[in-house]
């Protein structure tokens, strides 16, 4: 557990339902995935709206 990153990049809305626009691509997006993953950045949270699942929860 000591080479987690400290901080885990918010993934989830990559792929989503429309709510935060549909216009992403693996193309767009690419570079940010790239960029991060360079810089030690490989912690990502792909979880789809854990609000309404209850995967938050504590």
Same mark, same amino acid.
């Given at each position: 557990?000591?080479?987690? /990153? ?10 989503? =339902?429309?709510? #935060? ?5 693996? =193309?767009?997006?690419?570079?940010? #995935? ?10 990502? =949270?792909?979880?789809?709206? /854990? ?8």
């Amino acid at each position: 557990m000591a080479n987690l /990153p400290k901080i885990a990049l918010g993934a989830w809305a990559w792929g989503n =339902d429309g709510t #935060f626009g549909n216009n992403y691509t693996a =193309d767009s997006l690419k570079h940010i #995935f790239d960029t991060a993953m360079v810089n030690g950045l490989n912690l990502w =949270d792909a979880e789809n709206a /854990p609000c309404l699942l209850k995967g938050a929860a504590i």
